[in-house]
């Protein structure tokens, strides 16, 4: 694995919640402002399709538009600050062994999944479904899913200015690790696209640990 990290390493065991999300489903769980949040890619390969919602105003959400702004770069990584509809910090990026992350493609549809890949592909399961099973958990509707960051997707920007989804550069138990700084509501598709390479053509689960804030 490279390693970026920004912080210490902390030792899973410290959790103080340990979720295994399996592969194309769809997950959320409230990680309260100082604590910190890790999604682990634990085979590789994995796009982890994510949103995140202030926890007592749903009206307020992660803005990828906002965030590619403040930070002038195309990609999320250490160091990031994700930035909300209503231009506060929602979290940080404290540690990331993979890179870089998507926050431009968005997630797929089975509208997209039909477009791109053909009318055999269009009841395939997509990440715009799972969003819309999980938002709707939570009382909102398709309405609330807004632009997302794809977690270890690979999509370099082409010299013509498109994006292109390749092949994955996260290896088995790379992980990016995020500050809460409000609370919010993570919400997560593990996407299950088999029509392109940011999965490796094979959905696999991953792992959402969430560890205290420190002490004082």
Do not use: W
């Amino acid at each position: 694995m490279s390693t970026f990290f920004a912080t210490p390493v902390r030792d899973a065991s410290t959790a103080i919640a340990d979720y295994f999300v399996p592969a194309n489903a769809p997950f959320s769980c409230v990680v309260k402002k100082g604590e910190s949040v890790r999604i682990v890619d634990l085979e590789g390969q994995q796009a982890v399709d994510t949103l995140f919602y202030r926890a007592d105003d749903f009206s307020e959400r992660y803005s990828s538009q906002d965030t590619l702004r403040v930070q002038g770069s195309a990609y999320v990584s250490t160091g990031t600050k994700l930035i909300s509809s209503e231009g506060n910090l929602m979290l940080t990026v404290t540690a990331d062994t993979c890179g870089r992350h998507d926050t431009s493609a968005g997630a797929c549809s089975c509208e997209a999944n039909t477009v791109r890949f053909g009318h055999q592909v269009k009841y395939l399961h997509a990440c715009r479904e799972n969003f819309v099973i999980e938002v709707m958990k939570h009382g909102m509707s398709k309405r609330d899913v807004v632009p997302n960051i794809n977690f270890f997707m690979n999509v370099p920007v082409e010299p013509s200015g498109e994006l292109a989804i390749v092949d994955g550069i996260s290896g088995p138990g790379d992980y990016v690790e995020l500050k809460a700084e409000m609370d919010v509501l993570l919400v997560i598709s593990n996407c299950p696209q088999i029509n392109n390479p940011c999965n490796g053509f094979n959905p696999t689960p991953i792992q959402v640990l969430v560890f205290a804030g420190e002490e004082g």
